[in-house]
């Protein structure tokens, strides 16, 4: 790695004052797990890293008013075994133990893996699924960006160079909610080839509301609007949730890569949104 400066403040206000909305060379890191790997590639060859192990106040977990809310410096360990988490949002709880292996996890944050952006990450998935906001921090103040608008492509997202991702907002869960999510993990690195977030309401046998996040596919994570609306309103059964999966790669920019070419991918969104649907609809 090429020689940086590493800066370590103790509050957020010192942090943000310590980016550069100008440099793209100076960077917030949280857990590191990423960045590290980029630098000692060459990929990124950081003037200043701004770390934020030592902001205490990003790093919790609350209910507030059925409103969960998890700071963005919170290791991925501590919110898969948190049973606020679990009891809120299990969908999080469940892609959170399908990443990587447990000494990632305990070191790696909810807030840095969404802000790294990675397109095959599987907690951006499960944030969509569940239309959480992300509130950024900067000069100017605060502002929430939704899930849906956070991720822009290829490790980019809608986060300002001086701004950091301070916490992320989990809505209430509405009655009847049942989650889900399924994936076909790469072998090696175990990050999602595929993965399908499905968080569903089911009412009477009939899924009123559906909501699914997808990871792996294209260049970041985006929603599957198509089997959203192909489900909305049809019986919780086995062939109103196929024929809807069907429709898992319409409108979504499916890209071949060392893993998989277009058609085989969008063959795995069809598969693994059935099987998200069918595993959370079957849910007590």
Not at 106 to 132: C, E, K, M, R, Y
Request: charged letters at 20%; hydrophobic letters at 50%.
């Amino acid at each position: 790695m090429t020689p940086f400066e590493l800066a370590e403040p103790t509050t957020l206000k010192e942090a943000i004052g310590l980016l550069d909305p100008d440099d793209a060379a100076v960077r917030p890191v949280a857990g590191g797990t990423a960045l590290m790997l980029m630098m000692k590639a060459g990929v990124f060859r950081p003037r200043r890293l701004v770390s934020l192990c030592n902001v205490a106040q990003l790093t919790s977990i609350d209910a507030v008013n059925g409103e969960l809310k998890i700071g963005a410096m919170t290791p991925l360990a501590v919110a898969e075994r948190s049973a606020t988490v679990r009891n809120h949002a299990p969908v999080i709880t469940k892609a959170l133990r399908t990443l990587s292996n447990i000494r990632v996890r305990n070191v790696a944050t909810i807030g840095g893996s969404l802000a790294h952006a990675d397109p095959a990450a599987d907690w951006p998935a499960a944030a969509i699924a569940l239309g959480v906001e992300l509130v950024a921090e900067g000069p100017k103040g605060k502002r929430t960006i939704k899930a849906d608008d956070f991720f822009k492509g290829l490790l980019t997202t809608a986060l300002a160079e001086d701004e950091i991702l301070t916490e992320i907002r989990v809505p209430a869960a509405g009655t009847n909610v049942k989650s889900a999510y399924a994936k076909f993990p790469h072998p090696a690195s175990r990050f999602a080839v595929v993965g399908v977030a499905a968080v569903l309401t089911v009412d009477g046998g009939k899924i009123s509301k559906a909501s699914i996040g997808i990871t792996g596919a294209g260049t970041k994570a985006t929603r599957a609007k198509g089997v959203e609306g192909a489900i909305a309103g049809k019986a919780a059964d086995a062939p109103s949730i196929q024929a809807a999966a069907e429709k898992a790669a319409e409108g979504v920019d499916v890209q071949a890569d060392l893993q998989g070419s277009v058609e085989y991918k969008q063959h795995l969104l069809r598969v693994f949104a059935k099987r998200a649907m069918e595993a959370a609809a079957a849910k007590k």
